[in-house]
């Protein structure tokens, strides 16, 4: 019996070679950016996407205060010139007067993506009643996806995760970067199990 040639039926059931992805992260915070305190922002962001994704990540982190020209400026700049593939932004998303990241990322927007800003809520409201107060929206501008997440550190596993009543927003973020024509995207199950129509779905990676 011969063996199944690289181009045959077996291979075509291989996984390919993995994808390297380029993430911004940003987190928006007066007091965060200025050194009154500590970012935790940054951090936690990192610590969920390493633990989620399977992928080669590179980050763009930028820690910026709450000045919308600023924040709409850096998210051009991470989406047009860094060419990240996906920025999630922190904090900056509730109703006080300095908290304006929401307006900053409709300044950058392409087309707005209503769903996951939705589903935050929703998921969110299963940890505090306080979960309607973010504004927090989800765009795309060229082929990125941009979504806002709440400032507190712990919002970031809260909403990306989400609940064992309410799937976290981050199971539908590789499909949709599949449509926007940017890498595919690869979870570990165990964080966050991504979600894809049969038809979009490659053969699953071992161990
Ligand atoms: N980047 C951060 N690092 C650490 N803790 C944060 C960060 N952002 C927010 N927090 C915590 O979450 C709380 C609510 O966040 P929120 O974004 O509403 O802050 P804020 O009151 O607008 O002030 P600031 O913009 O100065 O962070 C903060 O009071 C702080 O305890
Ligand atoms: N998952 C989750 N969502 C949350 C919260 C939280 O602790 N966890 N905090 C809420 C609160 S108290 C506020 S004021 C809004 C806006 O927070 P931000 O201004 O820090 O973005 O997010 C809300 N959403």
């Not at 990192?46 to 400026?73: C, G, K």
């Not at 990240?84 to 300095?98: E, H, I, M, N, Q």
Request: glycine share 8%; net charge negative.
């Amino acid at each position: 019996m011969s063996e199944p040639s690289a181009s045959g039926p077996a291979a075509a059931l291989q996984p390919g070679p993995i994808e390297p992805v380029r993430i911004g992260i940003v987190s928006i915070s007066d007091r965060a950016s200025s050194g009154v305190y500590e970012d935790k922002g940054l951090p936690a962001l990192q610590d969920w996407l390493t633990a989620a994704l399977l992928n080669p990540i590179t980050f763009e982190p930028r820690l910026i205060p709450d000045e919308r020209a600023q924040i709409a400026h850096t998210l051009r700049e991470l989406v047009d010139d860094a060419r990240c593939d996906l920025v999630l932004t922190t904090g900056g998303t509730g109703p006080s007067p300095r908290d304006v990241t929401p307006e900053a990322t409709l300044d950058v927007a392409d087309r707005e993506m209503p769903g996951f800003g939705e589903q935050m809520r929703q998921i969110s409201l299963h940890f505090v009643p306080t979960a309607i107060l973010s504004r927090q929206v989800a765009v795309l501008r060229g082929r990125a996806l941009i979504i806002n997440l709440p400032g507190q550190p712990k919002a970031i596993a809260e909403t990306l995760s989400g609940h064992e009543a309410a799937s976290g927003i981050f199971a539908a973020v590789p499909y949709c970067i599949d449509l926007i024509g940017g890498p595919y995207l690869e979870t570990r199950d165990e964080v966050c199990a991504a979600f894809r129509p049969k038809t979009a779905r490659r053969p699953a990676r071992q161990g």
